[in-house]
């Protein structure tokens, strides 16, 4: 093997590896930054030795018993801190473990490291964007700079947003824990937001020259069918993974050849992923089983993985049940009352019972002043206005559209729609 | 991107029909499916029946011939697959390493062609799609 091939091998075990050796060193020394840095400098060793050595037979283990060395390091030297400052007079909290407890602390096969170091990671203390870099770099394995990428950032603002986001972990005293009872719903919600935050980034990425990053698509992908392994009773993690793996079956039909959109209604479906279908039917599955077996509530991912699933099911645009989108989209304006879902349920009222309708709804939205610097509202409305035969008024709107759009793939599939509306009218 | 790890047990060429694995080499298998599964990477998996369960319909002069296994001329087949999503060609390998395999077992892994993969003109073949769905009536 080249130096080279080392390097993508080590990168390759650091894929798999680092979460659970994040979490497991966390739980020595109780503080992720401090763990986080532990298994970089295990890493560090590796890339060290192993073009030397070759890659050992159990690298895990050998990542594992790395930073364990370390993280005993660091334990007592804390320690040495500790009892000078005690010497000199000043108050610290007891370290709650030796040393010898830590090894035993190692031995033990608790399986829910993983999870703690998830709730950690999306700790609401933390603003949501540093939320979501310290989720892909933990958990997903990302570096620095494959984040700051996919985000289209510096490296340095995603470097000090880490930086930052550990040391405010470290001030708050955010414990390393799974929450128990009622705190346990609300920062499970944290959690869902941030993987959902990962993948919607990837979907339709806010700004840049890409409609789609499909890399960050499949890190949210993986991170969901992780989070639904670790807890398997959450109706609205599977409704999170249904919803993603439903999205994503679409993803090469939503791109055409040249890189520019393709929206729903006019997407080659013989493109769309079965596999992914399938496995975003059997996940939602589970969710409303699972929903009936607790409360029978539906929450807001399984409605909106419903939704993805009407679409799915759908073998041309024509077979589409827009009536129970419609109807799924009120009940998720009732339990997240949002412009943007209110909008979203406009196209789909539209589409269920004609563009007056529609029309009707996003009026009222333009009325509110919600949305107002929000392209799709525009977009939609002359959508609707188009059907209406309201050319005029039509062009106008699409003109406002372009002069609102971020994304420049989304602005270009504008400037041709207000062109062929302007020839309609002409 | 994707890989298939295809499973090709030696024996199974001219295993007996209804051949089982042996219970405790599943065991094995299944707490490595499982890791797979946790680390959110394994997307499919299956085991096949032996070839001599099987069947091979050949093209021979353009005229199709059925023949029923097992298959003499086979040395390696196929006894099962996994489907796994990973970010490189070295994390699928890396995976393939971790499987409990036995001395008479070889994974092969094969990268799952994906629509990107594609060069111009066969996207370009793709793309004409629509047209013919909607001439057949499926109409997009």
Redesign the interface.
Known sequence: MTATDIH??I???W??ESARLIAGLARIVRDVGVAEELAQDALVAALEQWPESGVPRN?GAWLMAAGKNRAIDHLRRNKRIERKHEEIGIELEARQMAVPEVEAALDDPVGDDLLRLVFTACHPVLPPEARVALTLRMLGGLTTGEIARAFLVTESTVAQRIVRAKRTLAEKQVPFEVPRGEELAARLTSVIEVIYLIFNEGYAATAGDDWMRP?LC?DA??????LA?LAPQEPEVHGLVAMMELQASRG?ARV??KGEPVLLY??????WDQ??IR?GLAALDRAYKLGEAQDGDVGPYVLQASIAACHARA????QTDWRRIAMLYRELVRLQPSPVVELNRAVAVGMAFGPAAGLELVDALSAANALENYHLLPSVRADFLMKLGRMDEARLELERAVSLAQNGREKALLVERVQKCAASTS | MRFMMLMMPKGYEDAKPGTMPDPKAVGAMMAYNEQLQKAGVLLALDGLHPPSMGVRVSFQGGQPNVLDGPFPEAKEVVGGYWMIQVKSREEAIEWATRCPGSDNETIELRQVMEFSDFPPDVKEAASAFPEMQEKTGQST
């Open positions: 993508r091998a990168e390759a075990v894929r798999i690298p890399g499949d992908l993986r991170l969901g069918r992780i392994e090469r055409g050849p006019e997407q080659n479906r013989s493109l596999l992914l496995r073998r041309t645009p024509e």
